[in-house]
């Protein structure tokens, strides 16, 4: 594989690939970030030329790995370079990332993905191979995802020690909306808030530095994710206003601020008790296994990253397996 982009979430890739024993290439435009890699141990080049060049060699699964506005200088050069290779991306919005392959040709072989860690810090030295140890990771099952391509993203994605959750990008850009983009603008929010009032700073403890956390990540990176989320972030900007104008109003009416932390608690409620089954029954390039896939992920399922005992374990039962899809290891 090919990972384009060594910062927090690319590095993380680049070093979990390889310890989960896949030969990989990674390319990043900083010269500093790229000899930090290989300072690390990994093969990497600040070359696009170079790294394309292996890609297509080795057939390699290409990782974009770039915040959204870098995606369209990069596929005009994947097109003319690695004409044959896969394509997927760790970006945090899927609709637009989506548009810009329709735009450069590049659809039939792009898989959209889209792992759901992190942290406040960038660059090659905030990477962590157990990043995604655990972590949700999105595959887009849009309308024109091949069966084959989905099935190599996957394998990425479990090797990495994720779990795999198939969704739809416009079901995706949704979802991150509310549990990501929006979180981003409340930490800022908060800060911002806090920043102004004497004292606040030196009492701060615990809840404002978890609900602050991700303020701390570079401004930059921020806009990019919500700006190119703005179709989905809007609505859930206005939802959650609505929630905190109401309760405004009841806390100077009333002095009661129960309706929004009664039903706060209660989602929190649910989410620590969601339960995540595991999807057994969906044959990839079979009939309707997009939309199949689709749904199992609305409703909370997953495959898992431990698969591989899985399978070992439906084999000792004398269980089949009915996809004629290639292994993650036949292509590279």
């Known amino acids: 594989m090919c990972v384009l982009g060594l910062g927090l979430i690319g590095g993380s890739v680049l070093r979990a690939a390889v310890s989960a024993g896949r030969q990989a290439l990674g390319y990043n435009r900083s010269a500093q970030g790229c000899q930090a890699a290989r300072s690390d141990g990994f093969t990497a080049t600040t070359d696009l030329a170079e790294a394309l060049a292996w890609a297509a060699e080795h ?3 290409i990782v974009l790995a770039v915040p959204v506005p870098a995606v369209a200088g990069l596929l005009p050069r994947i097109n003319q370079l690695a004409p044959g290779c896969r394509i997927t991306d760790v970006i945090s919005v899927k609709g637009a990332v989506l548009q810009q392959m329709h735009s450069a040709g590049l659809l039939d072989r792009y898989v959209g993905g889209h792992p759901m860690a992190g942290t406040a810090y960038s660059g090659w030295s905030a990477g962590d191979g157990g990043l995604f140890t655990g972590a949700p ?7 024109h995802v091949d069966a084959e391509i989905w099935s190599q993203v996957m394998y990425l994605a479990l090797d990495c020690g ?7 990008s416009d079901e995706h850009d949704a979802a991150v909306a509310a549990v990501s983009h929006l ?4 930490a800022e929010a908060l800060a911002a808030t806090a920043s102004g009032v004497p004292l606040a700073f030196a009492l701060a403890a615990g809840s404002f530095r978890d609900g602050t956390r991700v303020a701390g990540t570079a401004p930059d990176l921020v806009r990019a994710m919500c700006e190119a989320n703005a179709a989905e972030l809007i609505p859930a900007l206005d939802h959650a206003l609505i929630f905190l104008q109401r309760t405004r109003n009841s806390l100077a009416a009333n002095g009661s601020v129960a309706e929004l932390v009664d039903s706060g608690h209660a989602a929190r409620v649910r989410f620590d ?12 390039g079979e009939d309707n296994w997009r939309d199949e896939l689709a749904a199992a992920g609305r409703s909370g399922a997953v495959i898992r990253s431990n698969w591989r005992d899985e399978l070992a374990a439906a084999g000792r039962s004398g269980a089949v397996i009915r996809s004629a899809l290639p292994g993650p290891g036949s292509r590279g």
């Open 137 to 143: 990771w999105v595959i887009s099952v849009d309308e």
């Open 162 to 168: 994720a779990f795999v959750v198939p969704a739809r």
């Open 273 to 284: 008790s969601l339960s995540r089954p595991e999807i057994l029954t969906v044959v990839l």
């Open 183 to 186: 979180p981003h603008l409340f």
């Open 59 to 61: 057939d390699a699964l």
